[in-house]
C-alpha cells in the first residue's frame, strides 16, 4: 500500500472521501445484520420495521458512492493502486448493498414469523450463524480500512463453517417439516433466512477478496474452502 | 482475465528490433544514464516515461546516436539494431539515423516547400530514380502521416506555413519518406493540441504496422493510450519495464507506483 500523499491533494481528499462512505456504509450493513438477527429471535417487529426504514439509506449510499467513483474516474484517471481502489469501491458498495438487502428480507419474514408458533431452538441457532456472518463482515471490512491481507484470508476460511450451519439448519427443518406439516410455513421461513445469512457470507468472502485484490494487484486463485454446496439428505 | 485481453492492446511481438546492455552514458562527470538492459519490439509502440530529467530522452537519443552531436557526451555498453552493434566504427551516423528516424518535441520542418520537406531524405539518400517515383514517396509518406488531403493542393507552399499540428505530422511524413525501421518521437505532442494529438496518436497506431515506434511522452494518459509497452525511468535508471497495462494497472516497483499515481516520488 501506497502510503504518500498525492502532489495533487485534492485526489487524496476524493478518494478518502469516496472510502469514507463505504466504510460508513459497512457500518450500517453491520447493524442491519446484527439488528435482523435481534428482531427475529426477539420478535421484535418495530425493529423489523427500523431495519426496512434503514436499507433505504444504504441504498442511497450505493448510488453516492457510485457516482463519487464515477466523478473520481473522470476527473482523476486514478493509476495503479488508486485504480485499484476505486474499482474496489464499486464493488464493495454493490456487495453492500446486497447484504443490506438480505438483512431487509430477514426483517420481513421475522414480521411474519412473529404470528406463527415458534419453532424451537431456531431463532437462537439462526442468530448464532448471524453472529459469525457479522463478525466476518467486520473482519472483511476492517481487512478493508487496513488494507490487511492476511485478515482478509482469514475471513475467505471462515466462511466454510457458515456453510457448515447452514446444511446443518437445513436439515434441522426438514425435520421439523417432515414432524409436523404445520409447520412448514414458518420453516420454509426460517430455511430462506438461512439462505439469505449463508449468502451474507459469501459476500463477506466477496469482499476480502477485493481486499486482497486491492492490495494485491490480483485476486485469489485458489479455490476457497466450502462446504457442501447443496445438503443431499432426507428427500425421497 | 487473460481471454478477456482486447486484442488490440495485446502484444503478440516477441521480434526485438533493439537490444540494449548495460548501456551507460556520461555527460562530462554526470552519469546520466546506468546500466540500462532492455529488448526493444518490433511493430510495437514502446513508451518511456519518468520525471524530468531522469533521462529517458537521453537514452532514446542514443538509439540512433543523436548524442554523437554532444561534445562532453560519453555512451557506454552495447545497443544493438537487428543484432547488429550501432556503435562499431564501420556504421556510419548518418545511415543509421535514415533506418532509425526520428521526430522531435516542436515541429521542425525545413524552411521549404511541403514537397521538398518530404523529399529531402529520399533524394539524398538516392531512394528515387526520378520524378514520378518522389512524387510517389511523398504522396505514400503524407498519406502515412494523415496529412496528405490536406496539404495535395498546396505542395509547393512552405511548410512552415501550416499550422502546428500540420507541421508536425509534416515532420512524421519527412522521417517516415526515408523508410525507417524505427521511429524514435521525443514529446512529438508536447506542442499540440487535443485534436491534433489525436491525430498523431491514432498515427503512431496505424504506423505500429509498420515499423517499432518508441516514445517519450510527459503525459502518462498518452503513454497508457498508444503504448503497448511502456519503461519507466528514474534518476538514470531504469526502474521498471513491462506491457503497459500492467505498469498502469499493478505496477511491481513502489517508484513506478508512486510516479505513476501521481505521487511524490
Known sequence: MNNERHILSAFDRDLE???????????????????????????????????????????????????????????RAPRATDLRTVLSVIKISA????????????????????????????????RRMSATVEAMMKDALDSYIQRDVALAADVRKRDLEVDQMYNALFREFLTHMMEDPRNITACMHLHFIAKNIERMGDH???????????????????????GESVPRIGGA | MNDMTLLERSVEQTEIKISAQDVQVWYGEKHAIKDVNVDLLDKTVTAFIGPSGCGKSTFLRCL????????????????????????DRRVDPVQLRARVGMVFQKPNPFPKSIYDNVAYGPRIHGLARNRAELDEIVEKSLRGAALWNEVKDRL??????????????????????????VLLMDEPCSALDPIATSQVEELIDQLRAEFSVVIVTHSMQQAARVSQKTAFFHLGNLVEYGNTDDIFTNPRDPRTESYISGRIG
Not at chain 2, 544493438?80 to 552493434?85: F, P, S, Y
Open chain 1, 17 to 75: 472521501t469516496v472510502q469514507a462512505l463505504v466504510v460508513k456504509m459497512g457500518g450500517m450493513v453491520e447493524s442491519a445484520i446484527h439488528d435482523s438477527a435481534i428482531a427475529l429471535e426477539a420478535r421484535d417487529g418495530e425493529l423489523a420495521d427500523d431495519i426496512r426504514r434503514r436499507d433505504k439509506a444504504i441504498d442511497e449510499l450505493e448510488l453516492q458512492i457510485n457516482e463519487e467513483a464515477a466523478r473520481l474516474i473522470a476527473l
Open chain 1, 95 to 126: 456487495i453492500l448493498e446486497r447484504v443490506g438487502d438480505y438483512a431487509k428480507n430477514i426483517a420481513k419474514r421475522s414480521d411474519v414469523l412473529a404470528e406463527m408458533p415458534e419453532i424451537e431452538g431456531a431463532g437462537m441457532a439462526l
Open chain 1, 204 to 226: 463477506a468472502t466477496g469482499i476480502a477478496e477485493q481486499v486482497i485484490y486491492l492490495a494485491t494487484g490480483e485476486l485469489p486463485d485458489d479455490p476457497r474452502p466450502k
Open chain 2, 64 to 87: 540512433n546516436r543523436m548524442n554523437d552531436t554532444i561534445e562532453s557526451c560519453r555512451v557506454g555498453g552495447r545497443i544493438a539494431l537487428d543484432g547488429e552493434d550501432i556503435y
Open chain 2, 156 to 181: 509547393g507552399e512552405p511548410g512552415t506555413g501550416l499550422s502546428g499540428g500540420q507541421q508536425q505530422r509534416l515532420c512524421i511524413a519527412r522521417a517516415v519518406a526515408t523508410q525507417p525501421e
